[in-house]
């Protein structure tokens, strides 16, 4: 992520793209579009690793269509949040083909860099989607129910908790490289 993708993701949360209240988002946590704007200027890479997250756009024939943050803020755990920010995006399989393919590079870069032992995924139960693609993995919830404080903007409610620890990712990484064993 760079910042001049920035004002996109302004854009997603703050003019009416990102349906707040399907993805449960607490306003409090999301704040003003400055506080947007400083958000993602941490998730852009300057010299070397950061300790409190990092970011990645995506793209699709040059244009903005998507990012993932993975915040670390310290912890043992990343905890990772995907977006598409372009409806158009949405339902053609493209999320599917980010997570399977483009996270397990990601998780890779991530690992080398940061200290910590995997990634967690916090999905509201009722974004049908999101679990479908995260399941279609062979992925299942650890943890299914109410979360107080769930990680990023989300406000309280009922989630499922899927966490890839570092043998699965590294199998993620062979399974995208064609390296199984």
């Not at 988002?25 to 704040?31: H, P, V």
């Not at 400083?38 to 690793?49: D, E, V």
């Not at 062979?138 to 404080?149: D, I, V």
């Amino acid at each position: 992520m760079i910042e001049e993708d920035i004002e996109t993701f302004v854009s997603y949360w703050h003019d009416g793209i990102a349906d707040l209240d399907f993805l449960g988002i607490d306003r409090a946590k999301l704040g003003s579009r400055d506080d947007t704007r400083a958000r993602f200027r941490q998730f852009c890479r300057r010299h070397g690793p950061r300790d409190v997250a990092v970011g990645f756009t995506f793209c699709r024939n040059g244009a903005i269509i998507g990012f993932t943050n993975i915040n670390i803020l310290g912890r043992p755990d990343g905890y990772v949040h995907v977006h598409l920010t372009d409806p158009s995006a949405r339902k053609q399989g493209i999320l599917s083909a980010v997570l399977w393919n483009s996270l397990p590079v990601i998780a890779g870069h991530v690992l080398a860099e940061y200290p910590i032992n995997g990634l967690v995924l916090e999905t509201r139960t009722r974004n049908i989607g999101i679990n479908k693609v995260v399941r279609s993995s062979g992925l299942q919830p650890r943890f299914t129910g109410y979360l107080e404080n769930p990680d990023g903007l989300a406000g309280a409610g009922e989630f499922s908790v899927f966490y890839l620890d570092t043998v699965i990712i590294k199998t993620l990484i062979a399974e995208a490289s064609g390296d199984q064993d």
